[in-house]
């Protein structure tokens, strides 16, 4: 049975039993900003199941994708090594809530593998929580003499933290026979492969109390989990994940690629192959290569995959290719693989090529090491961390290559040597406004604001609820606060737009809207300050935007649509919204692409878009619901969000040549392209791996800008004496008299610093030294350079820079290459470092560093000379 087909008969069973099909949520939660990944089924269902949230449902189903490559839950380590770990994978699920409990369950879990999937009975059996009858008494009821096997372990017993709901656990177990070792779960040799869990059923019936007292819950829930790979293990009869139909094929491709022996290089082909499809879902979901947070997990899973195809003879790009692979296998799963397969290949590619630049002189660097490491010995740190730090090597993939060599990394010293590079990787929370519990309960209670923003610019509404200091009051007399009224013109922060500022107006109060934003997804809550008198909850109330303000916010956010569909057709199709971000003053727009964009396609790119605007275009809203909207082919952007329903903008040329822009899109928009006026682009830039920003304006800001143009100009014009024409031939000229003035100096300075060196000999070795002031590194290594050019053997050099507005000294020391052996550049300027209360680094030939304890640079240079003695 194929993967496809088992992932689709469980989401059929459960909703021919009444369960809510629910797509797969994003891999980045979006409800609980201390979660680096979406790890299990539950996530997006939390804030329902802890009775914060409500849905219009009672039961659930999902096939959820799930990372576990960082955080608490990281299985990175462990991938390649055995036959089940994954950093992505599949769970499978149910959901009650408050519904149905453990026999339904129990009857639902045994129904789908003995029934539907055709799993004969006595290869399963099922652990409770030793103290759980009653779902012991179920599982004899629903599965006869099966063997239940009572644990009393936390493995057992499931709970969501130290307070807040809990309760005992189900697991069922497969029994893949007698010729695979391992015995039945709670016995010694349980770890065996024999008996594997393939799905797990929480049953949340308590709430745990922070006194350590546990109650019964009014509303008793499920949570299961059931690993899609795992299953399909099961039903393809084979005891390794990476055997069963998806991986097959993405490890087939990889064969092609690699042309290496497959069977002694498996574990390479496994981490490969399982990577692949964490990189493109991360991807997918918004993630981008970075140095931090969830994009520095990426670039570490792309690295290490990187590696090991290194490992198996791919010395070029490869796992771009691979990508397009996985997105036939997972993309009609997953319909928004297809959408994004240029752009996954595309970043992917980037950053292959900018890690194999670095990967082979790296490897060359731990290669030499490890020859001077005893067996079961340890690395350095410092070595470590010039891996990483110069060559891009994250420190587990260091590790995973000592480990192959039954070697460690000095840990403690890399940490110490990253100091506070050492925050890249760790994970302080996603920056989220985690939804404070009084929004959760409002949501539950009040109705949803009706948003008439589209078309009006004021109404007349009620007071539902007002918030001052994380509490509910009844009336608002001072300070700042958050209203929430039943009716309202106001558009709150969303999709890159930002929330519209006003004022509402009560009959005795005036309360000075400065944002609009959203919480729970529903709650429109207007944030600002009481300017006058009071208002109070159910009163009346006239709700006004500031007008003037809205109207340039559409023109900008219009104005993105079209820079979008200009930039597709400028650059290519594989251009993918990544993010936006717009106000009355100016927009930003970022987008896939793997390179900067010349400035005649900039130019053509704000041609288009200025060509549309003159047009008078006409701008369409419409209400489709989600499946509709994109069959009809509107565009769906990266990682956003989208209910049943959604709104469309379509910026339409004519019946013949079709539309320009047709983009899903909640935002506020001008009715046709002339009131944008006009457009300018400012900027172009990168902001990661594969992703561009362009910055711009229109309309009014486009005459402020010219304006303070028109002065930057006249004011320089006026400093260099000399007319707005001649200004680039004046800067011209003076760039090249400043040049020449500047090499002079430096020259004046090299050959001062050349008079004053000092020269010992002995032994046919010189030793030059010099103790200056006011040198740069920069100074020092072209002093180095020049001293290394008149004694290209049998010299080594010495100097120290003392600097007189700071307090801190530079080093350099250069050793003639047939000095190698006897004497280490990198060893001699350690010493002097030392003593300069700093630290620095090179190789034997060279080395540069520095301190700032620049009062014992005397100190430091007649150190390093004695060890030349």
Same mark, same amino acid.
């Given at each position: 049975?194929?993967?496809?087909?088992?992932?689709?008969?469980?989401?059929?069973?459960?909703?021919?039993?009444?369960?809510?099909?629910?797509?797969?949520?994003?891999?980045?939660?979006?409800?609980?900003?201390?979660?680096?990944?979406?790890?299990?089924?539950?996530?997006?269902?939390?804030?329902?199941?802890?009775?914060?949230?409500?849905?219009?449902?009672?039961?659930?189903?999902?096939?959820?994708?799930?990372?576990?490559?960082?955080?608490?839950?990281?299985?990175?380590?462990?991938?390649?090594?055995?036959?089940?770990?994954?950093?992505?994978?599949?769970?499978?699920?149910?959901?009650?809530?408050?519904?149905?409990?453990?026999?339904?369950?129990?009857?639902?879990?045994?129904?789908?593998?003995?029934?539907?999937?055709?799993?004969?009975?006595?290869?399963?059996?099922?652990?409770?929580?030793?103290?759980?009858?009653?779902?012991?008494?179920?599982?004899?009821?629903?599965?006869?003499?099966?063997?239940?096997?009572?644990?009393?372990?936390?493995?057992?017993?499931?709970?969501?933290?130290?307070?807040?709901?809990?309760?005992?656990?189900?697991?069922?177990?497969?029994?893949?026979?007698?010729?695979?070792?391992?015995?039945?779960?709670?016995?010694?040799?349980?770890?065996?492969?024999?008996?594997?869990?393939?799905?797990?059923?929480?049953?949340?019936?308590?709430?745990?109390?922070?006194?350590?007292?546990?109650?019964?819950?009014?509303?008793?829930?499920?949570?299961?989990?059931?690993?899609?790979?795992?299953?399909?293990?099961?039903?393809?009869?084979?005891?390794?994940?990476?055997?069963?139909?998806?991986?097959?094929?993405?490890?087939?491709?990889?064969?092609?690629?690699?042309?290496?022996?497959?069977?002694?290089?498996?574990?390479?082909?496994?981490?490969?192959?399982?990577?692949?499809?964490?990189?493109?879902?991360?991807?997918?979901?918004?993630?981008?290569?970075?140095?931090?947070?969830?994009?520095?997990?990426?670039?570490?899973?792309?690295?290490?995959?990187?590696?090991?195809?290194?490992?198996?003879?791919?010395?070029?790009?490869?796992?771009?290719?691979?990508?397009?692979?996985?997105?036939?296998?997972?993309?009609?799963?997953?319909?928004?693989?297809?959408?994004?397969?240029?752009?996954?290949?595309?970043?992917?590619?980037?950053?292959?090529?900018?890690?194999?630049?670095?990967?082979?002189?790296?490897?060359?660097?731990?290669?030499?090491?490890?020859?001077?490491?005893?067996?079961?010995?340890?690395?350095?740190?410092?070595?470590?961390?010039?891996?990483?730090?110069?060559?891009?090597?994250?420190?587990?993939?260091?590790?995973?290559?000592?480990?192959?060599?039954?070697?460690?990394?000095?840990?403690?010293?890399?940490?110490?040597?990253?100091?506070?590079?050492?925050?890249?990787?760790?994970?302080?929370?996603?920056?989220?406004?985690?939804?404070?519990?009084?929004?959760?309960?409002?949501?539950?209670?009040?109705?949803?604001?009706?948003?008439?923003?589209?078309?009006?610019?004021?109404?007349?509404?009620?007071?539902?609820?007002?918030?001052?200091?994380?509490?509910?009051?009844?009336?608002?007399?001072?300070?700042?606060?958050?209203?929430?009224?039943?009716?309202?013109?106001?558009?709150?922060?969303?999709?890159?737009?930002?929330?519209?500022?006003?004022?509402?107006?009560?009959?005795? =109060?005036? %309360?000075?809207? &400065?944002?609009? /934003?959203?919480?729970? +997804?529903? $709650?429109?809550?207007?944030?600002? @300050? #009481?300017?006058?008198?009071?208002?109070?909850?159910?009163?009346?109330?006239?709700?006004?935007?500031?007008?003037?303000?809205?109207?340039?916010?559409?023109?900008?956010?219009?104005?993105?649509?079209?820079?979008?569909?200009?930039?597709?057709?400028?650059?290519?199709?594989?251009?993918?919204?990544?993010?936006?971000?717009?106000?009355?003053?100016?927009?930003?727009?970022?987008?896939?692409?793997?390179?900067?964009?010349?400035?005649?396609?900039?130019?053509?790119?704000?041609?288009?878009?200025?060509?549309?605007?003159?047009?008078?275009?006409?701008?369409?809203?419409?209400?489709?619901?989600?499946?509709?909207?994109?069959?009809?082919?509107?565009?769906?952007?990266?990682?956003?969000?989208? =209910?049943? %329903?959604?709104? &469309?903008?379509? /910026?339409?040329?004519? +019946?013949? $040549?079709?539309?320009?822009?047709? @983009? #899903?899109?909640?935002?506020?928009?001008?009715?046709?392209?002339?009131?944008?006026?006009?457009?300018?682009?400012?900027?172009?830039?990168?902001?990661?791996?594969?992703?561009?920003?362009?910055?711009?304006?229109?309309?009014?800001?486009?005459?402020?800008?010219?304006?303070?143009?028109?002065?930057?100009?006249?004011?320089?014009?006026?400093?260099?004496?000399?007319?707005?024409?001649?200004?680039?031939?004046?800067?011209?000229?003076?760039?090249?008299?400043?040049?020449?003035?500047?090499?002079?100096?430096?020259?004046?300075?090299?050959?001062?610093?050349?008079?004053?060196?000092?020269?010992?000999?002995?032994?046919?070795?010189?030793?030059?030294?010099?103790?200056?002031?006011?040198?740069?590194?920069?100074?020092?290594?072209?002093?180095?350079?020049?001293?290394?050019?008149?004694?290209?053997?049998?010299?080594?050099?010495?100097?120290?820079?003392?600097?007189?507005?700071?307090?801190?000294?530079?080093?350099?020391?250069?050793?003639?290459?047939?000095?190698?052996?006897?004497?280490?550049?990198?060893?001699?300027?350690?010493?002097?470092?030392?003593?300069?209360?700093?630290?620095?680094?090179?190789?034997?030939?060279?080395?540069?560093?520095?301190?700032?304890?620049?009062?014992?640079?005397?100190?430091?240079?007649?150190?390093?000379?004695?060890?030349?003695?």
């Amino acid at each position: 049975m194929l993967t496809s087909d088992i992932r689709s008969s469980f989401l059929k069973f459960f909703e021919d039993n009444n369960h809510k099909v629910v797509p797969s949520s994003s891999v980045i939660p979006h409800n609980d900003p201390t979660l680096l990944f979406t790890n299990a089924g539950m996530v997006q269902f939390k804030n329902v199941f802890t009775g914060m949230e409500t849905l219009g449902f009672n039961r659930a189903t999902t096939s959820q994708k799930c990372i576990r490559a960082g955080g608490k839950h990281n299985d990175l380590d462990q991938v390649g090594f055995t036959a089940r770990h994954h950093t992505f994978f599949e769970m499978l699920g149910n959901f009650s809530f408050g519904d149905y409990f453990k026999e339904d369950a129990i009857y639902f879990a045994w129904t789908f593998l003995t029934k539907i999937l055709g799993i004969p009975k006595h290869k399963l059996l099922a652990t409770v929580y030793h103290t759980d009858e009653e779902a012991k008494e179920f599982w004899k009821k629903i599965a006869g003499d099966i063997t239940i096997i009572p644990i009393a372990t936390s493995d057992n017993f499931w709970s969501m933290g130290d307070v807040g709901p809990c309760g005992p656990c189900s697991e069922i177990f497969y029994d893949h026979g007698e010729n695979i070792p391992g015995g039945m779960p709670g016995t010694p040799d349980e770890n065996g492969d024999r008996y594997i869990e393939i799905w797990n059923t929480v049953f949340m019936q308590f709430e745990q109390k922070s006194g350590g007292e546990r109650v019964p819950l009014k509303n008793k829930s499920i949570d299961t989990g059931m690993g899609l790979e795992r299953i399909a293990s099961v039903m393809q009869g084979v005891h390794d994940n990476y055997k069963t139909d998806i991986f097959k094929r993405i490890i087939s491709s990889l064969k092609d690629i690699s042309k290496t022996n497959y069977e002694l290089t498996y574990p390479s082909y496994k981490v490969i192959a399982d990577h692949i499809r964490s990189i493109v879902f991360l991807l997918v979901d918004g993630v981008v290569p970075s140095n931090e947070g969830r994009g520095y997990v990426l670039r570490r899973i792309l690295r290490r995959a990187i590696r090991h195809g290194n490992m198996i003879g791919i010395k070029d790009p490869f796992l771009f290719a691979l990508s397009d692979v996985l997105v036939d296998i997972m993309k009609d799963a997953y319909p928004e693989l297809e959408k994004s397969r240029s752009t996954i290949a595309s970043i992917t590619h980037v950053e292959e090529e900018k890690f194999l630049d670095t990967l082979e002189r790296g490897l060359k660097i731990l290669r030499q090491d490890i020859k001077n490491i005893p067996a079961g010995g340890l690395m350095g740190g410092e070595t470590a961390f010039k891996l990483y730090d110069t060559y891009g090597f994250p420190l587990d993939l260091t590790q995973d290559i000592l480990r192959s060599e039954n070697m460690s990394v000095d840990v403690d010293g890399f940490e110490k040597a990253l100091e506070e590079q050492r925050n890249r990787a760790k994970w302080t929370g996603s920056g989220e406004v985690k939804q404070e519990a009084i929004w959760l309960s409002l949501k539950d209670k009040l109705v949803i604001t009706d948003f008439y923003g589209y078309e009006e610019f004021y109404c007349d509404s009620n007071v539902l609820a007002i918030v001052q200091d994380g509490k509910e009051v009844s009336q608002l007399s001072s300070g700042k606060a958050y209203i929430i009224v039943d009716e309202t013109p106001f558009y709150a922060e969303c999709g890159g737009q930002c929330g519209d500022t006003g004022v509402i107006r009560a009959e005795n =109060g005036l %309360f000075t809207v &400065t944002n609009t /934003v959203k919480f729970c +997804d529903a $709650l429109v809550a207007h944030e600002g @300050e #009481l300017s006058s008198g009071n208002i109070f909850v159910s009163e009346e109330v006239v709700l006004e935007i500031d007008e003037s303000r809205r109207r340039k916010i559409q023109a900008n956010h219009t104005a993105t649509h079209l820079l979008h569909a200009a930039l597709k057709q400028v650059l290519g199709d594989h251009v993918t919204q990544r993010g936006s971000n717009l106000n009355d003053e100016r927009l930003r727009f970022d987008f896939s692409h793997n390179a900067a964009i010349s400035p005649e396609n900039l130019r053509k790119v704000e041609a288009l878009v200025n060509g549309w605007i003159s047009r008078n275009l006409s701008v369409s809203p419409n209400i489709l619901s989600k499946d509709e909207a994109i069959e009809s082919g509107a565009t769906a952007l990266f990682g956003e969000r989208y =209910g049943d %329903f959604v709104r &469309t903008i379509r /910026v339409c040329c004519d +019946d013949e $040549l079709g539309d320009v822009s047709y @983009e #899903l899109c909640g935002g506020t928009h001008v009715t046709d392209t002339s009131e944008i006026g006009l457009f300018k682009i400012l900027s172009e830039s990168s902001i990661g791996s594969g992703i561009r920003r362009i910055e711009a304006i229109t309309g009014e800001s486009i005459i402020a800008y010219l304006n303070n143009l028109e002065e930057l100009l006249s004011r320089s014009s006026q400093l260099l004496k000399c007319t707005q024409q001649e200004l680039p031939q004046k800067i011209s000229d003076l760039t090249i008299e400043l040049k020449k003035k500047n090499q002079e100096l430096a020259n004046n300075k090299l050959k001062t610093a050349l008079n004053n060196l000092a020269i010992i000999e002995k032994s046919g070795i010189k030793v030059m030294s010099a103790l200056l002031d006011d040198h740069s590194m920069e100074d020092l290594r072209a002093l180095s350079d020049a001293i290394k050019a008149k004694h290209p053997s049998n010299a080594i050099c010495i100097l120290i820079s003392r600097d007189s507005d700071l307090d801190k000294a530079s080093a350099v020391v250069s050793v003639s290459p047939n000095l190698q052996g006897k004497y280490s550049a990198g060893n001699i300027l350690k010493k002097g470092v030392e003593i300069l209360g700093g630290k620095g680094g090179g190789s034997a030939t060279f080395a540069q560093g520095g301190g700032s304890l620049k009062a014992k640079a005397d100190e430091s240079l007649n150190a390093m000379l004695a060890m030349t003695i």
